[in-house]
């Protein structure tokens, strides 16, 4: 199962332009997507960073934005025809509106380069491990080596694996166990034998 989240991180650097490069500001967006992927344990909730790499989605193309001044008006009304996601907008407009206020207004002309970068988080989840079993569970009435049912056998003593908590007759886990390389016989999960 997983389950997707998306991160969004918006940088801005700004230039004051030359000026026989014009009067107008001048705005450029660059959007990049990358994926990072983490496992979720649901046994414990804990989450561990699997890799990070760029999406295959094709690239975004850049968006040239020329503007007469930085009046907030004008930067939303220019920019919500070019970003159409609300909260990409949002987040973009107020990165250009604070980049550009507290800037000499006698030099008029900026350049500024706005970098977003959507992480999209994908987790993979591993399920937990299931509940320990006991003797009376319909599941574990019989012991999954020779088949028998455990309830019934008087002279075959029952014994319970301590990390996976499955149940087998205890003489048909020691042959099992003599032959299969120290696993359990349901979940192959590793069993640690004292010597």
């Known amino acids: 199962m997983e389950n997707p989240a998306v991160n969004v991180e918006v940088n801005a650097r700004v230039w004051y332009q030359d000026p026989w490069k014009g009067c107008l500001s001048k705005v450029v967006i660059s959007l990049s997507r990358e994926v990072e992927e983490f496992l979720l ?4 909730g804990s989450v561990s960073s699997l890799r990070s790499h760029p999406s295959s989605s094709p690239p975004d193309p850049l968006i040239s934005l020329e503007f007469q001044n930085l009046i907030p008006i004008y930067v939303l009304r220019h920019l919500r025809n070019h970003l159409h996601d609300p909260l990409l907008f949002r987040l973009v407009s107020k ?7 507290g800037r000499d207004l006698s030099r008029p002309s900026l350049f500024m380069i706005i970098a977003v970068k959507l992480t999209q988080k994908e987790y993979l989840v591993v399920p ?16 999954a080596i020779c088949l028998e049912n455990m309830l019934e056998s008087k002279t075959n003593h029952i014994c319970q694996l ?9 003489q048909c886990l020691n042959k099992w166990l003599d032959r299969q390389q120290n696993s ?9 034998i004292l010597a």
């Open 41 to 44: 344990d649901e046994s414990d």
């Open 95 to 101: 990165k250009i509106l604070v980049a550009a206020k």
């Open 128 to 143: 937990s491990v299931s509940a320990p079993s006991t003797a009376t569970d319909p599941d574990q009435e019989s012991c």
């Open 162 to 170: 301590p990390d996976c908590s499955h149940l087998f007759h205890e």
């Open 184 to 192: 359990c016989p349901l979940c192959r999960q590793s069993v640690d």
